[in-house]
């Protein structure tokens, strides 16, 4: 059974369908990615999912339960939507304990996550001196509380310097080979790529894609890189062909559209023509997302 099971989740407010039947599940063991851009309905089944808003059809499960029907609900799932959440008079570790009384959880624990998430030092200061990297380590300090089976965070990467990127994407690693499940939201797709096992990329409220991360960048309508010491003979072959071809930068290799690698190579045997590399480019996470959503410009 999936730890997290969106099953047909339709939330309307008023006139407007922010999530339209949406349905997609996340395991134990990965580090998911939920990915969409702005106003395609990602907080709303986050919310969805924790109870704080009510479906106006189907269903948001946490261990195939609604989140108000579970029994010991900090242990089941740890939440961050919002660095912002925290009185600034209170200190980091006032701030968790205030948390952790209210769950019956002891303080001992307060200052194992606080080790865990690097605020240690920091831990008698206000609040409202932290930087925004360190609201974020306070931030997933407070998920981490009830030792849960599943993480949701939104947006855990904003604010952070490249060396705190690294420490989330390690601790977020770590976590999940400890057997949770870890779904994160977030805009900042070089280091959701460099960190996430799956993907569930949704636009308009509705599911777009799921899968591996690798399944999302791949695919034969990637460009295709060309070298060759006949390029220009070549190049006007494949515009005969359909093809379409853009300059490389280098003398004897181009990029190629509308192509494959076995219609490239076809036509240079067929013509005797000699090629020294024929290789799909890389396609990104970046590349794959605008792609399949469309979108063009802002990509939170």
Known sequence: MAEIAVQRLTKRYGETLAVDDLSFTVDAGRVTGFLGPNGSGKSTTLRALLGLI????????????????????????????DAHDVHPGRSGRGHLRTIAAAAGIPNSRVDEVLDMVELTPARDRRVKGYSMGMRQRLALGAALLGDPKILMLDEPANGLDPQGMRWLRDILVALAAEGRAVLISSHVLSEVEQTVDSVVVIGAGRLVMQGSLADLVKGDRRPILVR?????????????????????????????????????????????????ELTHERATLEDRFLELTGESGNVR
Do not use: C, W, Y
């Open 228 to 276: 060759s010491p006949q390029a220009d003979e070549l190049r006007a072959l494949l515009v005969q062909a359909g093809a379409s071809v853009g300059p490389d930068g280098r003398p004897d290799a181009m990029i190629v559209h509308r192509s494959s690698l076995e219609t490239v190579g076809t036509l240079a045997a067929e013509h005797g023509i000699a090629i020294f």
């Open 54 to 81: 009510r479906p106006t059809s189907g269903t948001a499960l946490v261990m195939g339960r609604p989140f108000h029907e579970l029994e010991k609900p900090v242990e089941a799932v740890g939440a961050a939507l």
